[in-house]
């Protein structure tokens, strides 16, 4: 049986979720969407599945997109594992309703919960809540496995009611602007013109200009540039000079150069 995830990362932690479910299956695959962002799924796997952070209490932009290319083929088994800081609201619902506009079925949908990335709303948790949480997603991700060898249906895992209707109209709200909100972001000088912003944008949002990196206004809003930049020169806002930065500690730069290169 073969299996291709496809996967969007920011800081790593959806990287490594997709690894550790790839070591729990037989013949899996990972592909980067931000890597070859034109791609499909191969008529040849039987099963696919997306791993993804969840922004803004919904899909991101390049998620969205590459599902609505997705051949129409019911035959497969889809399967989705939506990375949040513990709150993945009806980010699943979504995508299962976008697949299901296609003739498709979302044959299962989990929640992993990791640590945040958003730095507006705060710096990195201690290493010992991370490492809990790293743990705790581990183990949930062999289970996630098993149901996925077994092809079994479930019903995608989403938050409580009240949180799916508040935070969903929050995302509805902010989607259209979501591209824009890199205005925010701003090199202070301890940049070095290293160009490792620019190198690792998902996006390929962020140009050098004049030795300082500029936005191009097409923003996924996933912190890579401030959270990856080698001297923590990029800021976004106000707050987040003194802010401590959070990537996964067992994805490295050369892991996410590779994520974001054309193949």
């Known amino acids: 049986m073969t299996t291709q995830i ?25 592909i980067s969407l931000a ?19 969840v922004h803004i209490w919904g899909l991101p932009r390049i998620v969205i997109d590459f599902t609505k290319r997705l051949n129409s083929n019911s035959a497969k088994y889809y399967f989705a594992l939506a990375v949040n800081a513990g709150q993945v609201a009806a ?10 506009d296609k003739g498709l079925a979302l044959n299962a949908g989990f929640s992993l919960d990791m640590p945040s990335n958003y730095i507006p709303w705060g710096g990195a948790i201690a290493e010992n809540k991370q490492q809990n949480k790293f743990r705790r997603s581990e183990e949930k991700i062999k289970h996630i496995a098993e149901i996925i060898k077994e092809q079994r249906n479930l019903a ?8 799916n209707i508040i ?23 301890k940049c070095t013109d290293c160009r ?34 080698p001297e923590e020169a990029i800021q976004y806002g106000k707050n987040t000079q003194k802010k401590k930065r959070y990537r996964h500690p067992e994805i490295k730069l050369k892991d996410m150069l590779a994520s974001v290169s054309a193949k």
């Open 167 to 189: 935070f969903s109209f929050f995302y509805r709200k902010s989607f259209p602007h979501i591209h824009k909100m890199d205005k925010s972001f701003w090199a202070d000088d």
């Open 196 to 229: 490792i912003c620019e190198k690792i944008c998902p996006a390929h949002n962020i140009l050098l200009t004049e030795g300082k990196p500029s936005w191009q206004h097409n923003c996924e809003q996933c912190f890579a540039c401030l959270q990856w930049c």
């Open 6 to 30: 496809y996967y969007f990362t920011g800081t790593g932690n959806s990287l490594w979720a997709a690894r550790k479910l790839a070591e729990n299956l037989d013949n899996a695959r990972l």
């Open 91 to 100: 980010t699943l619902l979504q995508l299962q309703n976008i697949l299901s």
């Open 35 to 53: 890597a070859d962002y034109q791609v499909t799924d191969n008529a040849a796997a039987q099963i696919i599945g997306l791993v993804f952070p």
């Open 156 to 163: 995608p895992e989403k938050g409580p009611l009240w949180q």
